[in-house]
């Protein structure tokens, strides 16, 4: 039974694990309790509070005046670029994409700026994975690589793995054999019941040689027992953990490691070692996302472009011109003469958003007026897809969650963005 | 809506006996009407080949799975970009896209209906993506659309089997279709599936066990008919058998059929499943065994699945199939297994005219269609993008259609490569129009128990194509001269006007409402996603009405 003003089964989008089991309470305008967030999430939801304000250089105007002239200078810029940012839902991903392809514009996403080698690396040479759940119900050997999951995905190890039962883990954690690689200084899982620490420069090393034991017909051969080195080392523990598990998980993180340098091949080298298992056993390799619905933004790109990121639409078709994210981006800002930011600005690694500073930007989504990025702006404030307009997005596995509005009263970006599409489509036809 | 005449064309409407008449066909209201005023507006038909709208009853172009394919393959949508259409319409906005082997899904809305097809089914959608499978079919534009639901390596329903709880695992499907706004049950390598995940590289047959004695591919299949016939759904439920594209694995296939006597059931692309082994073990057809059977027993049905020479794209939930493909032909692989569900699997794949195989199984296919003796029940499929792509259904029907063009094509392939299949004893069939007209709308349309679809009787949905006749059927039936979707006119003088959208075409069956207490509780205890989450909730469009109980 649930008490007034209590919404549940909300989903989160301060990481890309989307918790849908989160328990709103809503108290004289404010939410004041988000039951099951961690604190991720409990600062991703706040109090739902958010200005609601529409500005054009700072100056407030009506929404209806800000659409008009953000449609007005869309329509007329020779370069226009247009960018999701995160918390925004796919319908209104939707829109933005609907945009740029009647502008030509380029379409892109902080996909590009954080977690390009991944999807590269996907692309290139395919990729064997789960839905988190078949993680839960079946992995009996998890390895963790180099996953700060304490500060960035708080609520794996409790509702994934490998704590809960699962289907073919019945006893849960105790079904499991949880492994810990850290690369450098990152702290995976004190709790781990084997932990590694390995040299970042051994990394690709490490993976590799893991790869060939795996591979070999014969993993106690003398030819990897001699083989000298900190890599072989390593890859000689964990190679027959690993084969013995009935469902492997190898789960790592695509976003951008702040604390270490890394290979920008390692998701090469990890998709490798995915398919390496799938020969002897059965493997999933599990990439974690940031949040506020970064994977709904691939897909929708994805089905909508056929490429999940950096398209170009300057021919009248999609191309797709996949780049390093952040050195692209501080080049974007001299490609660009107008850019539609649509999601939550605060959200943007810094190197994306200063990017803009000579561009004149039409920013539409929550806090929009709080961060005015280009050097001449329109800023439309709207509320937070999932907590003031529902909606669609994607947990880190692609599995589409709905989203709740659990406050009303503020203008929701979705109808913002396709009222201005349908301003852009009369005036480009 | 305005009324419309489409006067003077030569009408093939097999459903109504029509196969070839001069007449005029009436809309109003966006539907077939007997008359409309002489003041209506008027296309002038004189000389063409006017059609009921094309039916496309298994294809895969809006699924979680189909996304996964078209984002490993962007080298295939950048040599096959698509512009924008032009359309009329202010309301719509036209949308470029890639027109490749797994085309985006703006693209696949216009190319279908440039086609002069009308209604379009995915067939494979896992009910925890359906999410997505609604949204990429909102964006395919102008065709109804909707898709088959996976049920045949459910968790839950291999739970309620094992128990001996039939009658409640026929509830839990009639939950799930609605739940996921599906139009009906898929099974694909029942049980396969689960052992994949389980380690299994081993071939499935029928009676194996999945741990316990009870769950068998056998009694899954009969569990998911059975519950098909007794929920009235509009559609039997739609097989994908064991043992895919192995050697040999006819003898699965004419099992599986057998364990179904009596009841309907579609056997979706019978080519893949129709390959036998001669005496020294080297492949050979087995399609005349496989179709001679379903000659001989009217309740089953199937679609054919024929292989294209070319470039291909394999993407199915059948994920162990595509793990082996990955490991033959070396090409990158994408394999995404579905909790408690499903799986799916991709690898780009090419059929090529001097690889042995694939010469078998392009022969295999048109043996199957040729030697079939009822067009109602055995109706055309690529398996887009399996065997091939959508773009090709008019390069297949000119091969039906003209023995000449098919011999020609035959003699390029090595002789040796098709020895065993009647194909190359020369097959004289030639498919008339009228044939084609059944085994592209009228016949999916009844297989999907679509009333309303695949015919232009009075009272049917004004979805009518208008081809230019040609000699060459590749030809005529690659562009269409007029489309009229549900009475909108999309197409008109051969070009892309309107695109409105099309409907979701959905059922939802009642279901006893205390078997809700026991699906939740294990999604309490297994499921990531919260019970309270996973229907898709209320679709815009109307539900498609049910039969009484084991009326059909």
Known sequence: MTAPGIIENVTCLGCGCACDDIGITVRDGRITEARNACALGVEWFGDGQVPARSCIDGRDVSLDEAVGEAARTLAGASRPLVYLAPDVSCETQREGAAIADMLRARLDSVTSSTVAGFVLSGQERGYASATLGEIRNRADVILFWSVDLERRYPRFTSRYAPDPIGVHVPDGRRSRTVISVDVGAAVTLAAADHRTTIDPAHELATLTALQAIVRSPDTGSATFARSPGAAWDTARDLAPMLLSGRYVALVYDAEPDERTARSPQRFDALGALGRALNERTRCAAIALRGGGNRSGADSVLTSQTGYPMTVNFGRGYPRYGPHDGLAAAARDGNRSDVALVVGNVAALPS?????????????????ASESPLGDRTITIDTGMDGIHTGGTAFRTDDVPLPLRAVMAGFPSAVDTVRSIASLVRRMTR | MTPLRIAGGRVYDPANGIDGDVRDICIDDGRIVADVPSSAPRLDARGMVVMPGGVDMHCHVASGSVNVARRLLPEDHAQHPALAPVLDDLATIPRSGS??????TFTTGYRYAGLGYTTVFDAAVAPLMARSAHAQLDDTPIVDGGFFVLLGNDDYLLRQIDAGERERAREYAAWLLGASGAYAIKAVNPGGIELWKRGSRERTELDQALGSSRVTPRAILETLADSAIALGLPHPLHIHCNNLGLPDNASTTLATMAALEGRRAHFTHLQFHSYGTSGDGAWRSAAREV???VNAHPSLSGDVGQVMLGPAVTLTADAPVEYLLHRSSGRKWANVDIELETGCGVVPHEYKERNAVAALQWAIGLELFLLSSDPWRVVLSTDHPNGGSFMSYPALIRLLMDRAHRDEQIKRVEPKLLAGSTL???????????????ITRAGPAKLLGLRDKGHLGVGADADVTVYVPDADAEKMFATTRYVVKGGTLVV??????????GRRLHVRPSFDAAVTADIEHHFNQYSTVRFANYPVGDLRDASVPLAPSGAR
Not at chain 2, 99 to 104: D, H, N, S
Not at chain 2, 492 to 501: F, I, K, S, Y
């Open chain 2, 291 to 293: 179709i001679e059977y």
């Open chain 2, 424 to 438: 190359a004893d020369g097959i004289a069939r030639e498919y008339t129009l009228g044939e084609i007209a059944i």
């Open chain 1, 351 to 367: 190197a994306v958003s200063t990017a803009w500073s000579r561009v004149h930007t039409v920013t539409i989504g929550p806090r």
């Open chain 2, 492 to 501: 008109e003088e051969g070009q892309l006007r309107r695109a409105p959208a």
């Open chain 2, 99 to 104: 027109a490749g082997l797994v085309p985006t």
